[in-house]
């Protein structure tokens, strides 16, 4: 089997033309598959940026037990409700097994807490924690999922730091998936005017804009129009 | 090796294409002449859709959006850090510097916080108020004609308010303050502290017809792809060829040094092009250093010949010395007032649409020297670390921090832009013991020697920094919030950050009337040749408590008006 890796690289750094050549020398199937591996990060990376994605990819960290235990954690940290998914339906589990690679001194508080688990799972019901039933995967979440605010977090028990690394991953990958941004109600990322809060806002937080400093903004059914200043810099247009 | 050299000779050699070299190539080829640009890293497009990163989601990054490969996170529009592989630099003293390096066509300004804030009168003499430092060879009246002309040409935001050392400018009108900038109003007015709309160079007006109007995405920190805020590329560089300029440029290619003949002119530069790693000879009658203070800096000192046997333009030993970066600090507070916010679309523009520049006099203080306030907060785009700690704020209600479950959903909904932060940035005081040099020990994957930093801060800069620390507190306590972490100790510096991380680093090859003391005269020409300009932040004498890219930008354009016209007198031939 020829190295992915390296044909991929070969690819990438060979430009249009390149590619286009090195194409010819390799199976339909083989040239799909890179085209669709290629096609998952079209967000400004450089050669050497999605080179680096493709072996966080290849690579994998967790093993089926560990992300079939992830999994069950997501859906407890964050479960489903009647409007969205959990945790777990938006990828998060994904998303961990990723950043272990990606950010290599989270591997042995994840790997070292899902051991914790099914210790004190076998100990205390005789099961892994993933098939325990979920009555008493809570008795056991409810005894590390609360932390001393008041303490360094590196201070802590193992088994804190351990869930409340899952527990802000596992949040962080929903709420940056489209899932969890439309749970959230997040509005932005698209071109737009902006003109200011709306008034039920500022008067819901008690604020007000002032006349004197309004009559400094924008007016924004002008921004079409080139400005043009007097010698003193005073914006006539 | 043979080095290849090229028979084509250039009217100027532009080494580097971000606020200065982008400011020269422009300034240069519209006035005819044939010039050549320079630059370390590749061609760079913020319209590209293969470079591409305004309006992506969090999920299309694997990593959504965190900080392991780019610095400021997977969407940031910088090639480069504070560490490049192959490209090290190293430290002397046990002191700390942290270099940040952006190597594409635009460099850091493709990235940039666009914070464009003119040097007042004070800040170009600033001894003359304290004793210390040194004062520049030039005044804000011989600056003033090239910021008004970058002011209207580049576009910059703001409002004119009459204050003595925050001139008046030709600004475009600011964007309304978001709902916790009102906050932040109310309580730096009852702290004492006055706020003003911010100064930034985005376009919330049309200036011209190839330029687009801001859109409000907040994203300027991954380049605008309709070239509405300031990146080098966009707004100088593509105009200059637009406009039918002679502009070659060289992407992907490092300069090694600056080639001088048996008089000890310039007659070019060496560099190696990274795609074949060999190197090659450039010709031109004039060359234009930009690569940023510090890059500038390692190349004189490494074109060394036996007319500058210390390297280029160091007869005087200043060359890399009087480095010095922007001080700064920070802090976060909690605003129970921003709780359980309505939802609308408030990205405005990338960063802050108020600032407090300084406000007080050094008479009453024990630090010389200012420092303004940059204000953030909001209910901006979710990004890696949303979420994280999601409820740690009921610790500020005597809840029970942690747990799991759907109350987790509620909690961050509870908090979302419910903080708000500061970051103080102030002038150190330039010293001639702090500086870089080559490492005599260590090439980098080009075999060019690399630059060994020295740098320490005087409780000068602590001092300002413990200020910041306090003012902070106050205006957070003022917005009824609650400060978040513990008050940074005199073992902390008082949160002061090292070196290098604010990423204003001037100094290197300051100017001055003086040749024994300083790099270059007071039109950045080298003292001790005169076909040789440093056009980025190395001749910066003092850094003020501004931001450097405005002045860079003003500076290169008096600078690059000279140049022509001593080329059109044939006193640089």
Request: hydrophobic letters at 35%; charged letters at 25%; aromatic letters at 10%.
């Amino acid at each position: 089997m020829m190295d992915r890796r390296k044909s991929i690289k070969s690819l990438v750094l060979g430009g249009v033309a390149g590619g286009l050549a090195l194409h010819g020398c390799k199976t339909q199937i083989e040239a799909e598959q890179e085209d669709k591996v290629l096609a998952t990060y079209k967000y400004g990376r450089t050669a050497e940026e999605t080179e680096l994605i493709q072996e966080l990819e290849e690579d994998q960290f967790l093993n089926e037990h560990e992300m079939e235990t992830i999994s069950v954690l997501c859906a407890l940290i964050l479960p489903a409700n009647e409007s969205f998914g959990s945790a777990t339906d938006a990828g998060a589990p994904d998303f961990i097994e990723f950043m272990m690679k990606d950010y290599p001194p989270f591997q042995v508080t994840m790997r070292g807490g899902l051991m914790w688990l099914d210790h004190k799972s076998n100990t205390e019901y005789g099961t892994e924690f993933k098939v325990t039933a979920e009555a008493q995967q809570k008795e056991i979440l409810d005894a590390i999922a609360f932390y001393d605010p008041k303490v360094p977090m590196d201070e802590q028990a193992l088994e804190i730091q351990f869930f409340s690394l899952i527990r802000n991953l596992t949040l962080t990958g929903y709420y940056t998936s489209k899932m969890g941004i439309e749970d959230l109600g997040y509005k932005g990322n698209m071109p737009n005017v902006w003109d200011g809060v709306p008034q039920e806002v500022l008067d819901q937080h008690g604020v007000a804009y002032e006349e004197e400093w309004l009559a400094k903004c924008v007016d924004q059914s002008e921004r079409g129009v080139i400005a043009e200043w007097d010698e003193n810099g005073n914006l006539l247009t | 090796m043979q080095i290849k050299e090229s028979a084509q000779v250039y009217d100027v050699i532009i080494v580097g294409s971000g606020a200065g070299g982008g400011m020269a190539t422009k300034i240069l080829a519209d006035a005819g002449l044939n010039v050549a640009v320079v630059e370390a890293g590749p061609y760079f497009d913020p319209k590209d859709p293969d470079q591409m990163t305004q309006l992506k989601w969090p999920w299309e990054s694997p990593r959504r959006g965190a900080n392991t490969v780019r610095d400021f996170g997977d969407f940031d529009m910088a090639y480069g850090g504070w560490n490049i592989e192959g490209q090290p630099y190293t430290h002397k003293d046990g002191t700390k510097f942290d270099w940040f390096r952006s190597q594409m066509l635009g460099g850091r300004t493709n990235h940039w916080g666009r914070i464009s804030l003119r040097f007042g009168p004070k800040d170009f003499k600033h001894k003359d108020v304290d004793g210390l430092g040194d004062n520049w060879p030039i005044g804000y009246e011989d600056v003033k004609p090239y910021y008004d002309k970058l002011d209207k040409e580049i576009g910059v935001f703001g409002t004119n308010e009459g204050l003595p050392n925050d001139p008046d400018g030709f600004f475009l009108p600011p964007p309304k303050p978001r709902l916790h900038e009102l906050f932040y109003i109310k309580g730096a007015r009852k702290t004492g502290v006055p706020v003003y709309p911010s100064r930034m160079s985005m376009l919330t007006k049309k200036i011209n017809k190839d330029r687009g109007v801001c859109f409000y995405c907040g994203q300027c920190a991954r380049a605008c792809s309709v070239y509405a805020d300031f990146s080098s590329g966009s707004c100088l560089i593509f105009p200059a060829q637009k406009n039918g300029g002679q502009v070659d440029l060289y992407v992907n290619c490092m300069v090694r040094e600056v080639n001088t003949n048996e008089e000890g002119r310039a007659t070019g530069v060496s560099y190696i092009n990274k795609e074949d790693r060999k190197e090659y000879a450039l010709n031109a009658k004039v060359v234009v250093l930009a690569a940023s203070a510090c890059s500038s800096a390692r190349i004189l000192l490494n074109s060394k010949s036996k007319q500058h046997a210390n390297g280029l333009g160091n007869s005087s030993n200043m060359v890399g010395k009087y480095l010095h970066d922007s001080t700064g600090a920070s802090r976060a507070g909690f605003i129970p007032g921003l709780m359980n916010r309505k939802l609308y679309n408030e990205d405005g523009v990338g960063g802050m649409h108020v600032y407090s520049p300084w406000w007080l006099d050094n008479k009453d203080l024990d630090f010389p020297r200012g420092y303004h306030i940059e204000i953030w907060g909001g209910i901006g785009m979710p990004n890696y670390g949303f979420g994280f700690n999601p409820n740690d704020f009921n610790k500020f209600f005597g809840l029970p921090t942690g747990g799991y479950g759907n109350g987790l959903r509620a909690d961050v909904k509870k908090y979302y832009g419910s903080v708000l932060g500061f970051g103080g940035r102030g002038e150190a005081i330039a010293r001639e013991d702090n500086y870089c040099e080559i490492d005599p020990t260590t090439v980098d994957e080009f075999g060019i020697p690399v630059l060994r930093f020295r740098y320490k801060w005087s409780d000068y800069e602590r001092k300002q920094a413990r200020h910041m620390q306090s003012t902070f507190e106050e205006l957070i306590h003022n917005m009824g919030g609650e400060v978040l972490g513990d008050s940074p100790g005199p073992n902390q510096d008082y949160g002061l950050m090292a070196p290098g991380r604010i990423i204003h680093e001037v100094g290197t090859t300051r100017m001055g009337d003086d040749p024994s003391r300083s790099v270059v005269n007071k039109y950045q020409q080298l003292h001790d040749s005169d076909n040789v300009f440093i056009m980025d932040a190395g001749p910066f004498v003092s850094q003020a408590d501004k931001n450097c890219t405005w002045t860079i930008m003003a500076l290169a354009w008096r600078a690059s008006e000279y140049l022509v016209d001593q080329l059109k007198q044939q006193n640089i031939t």
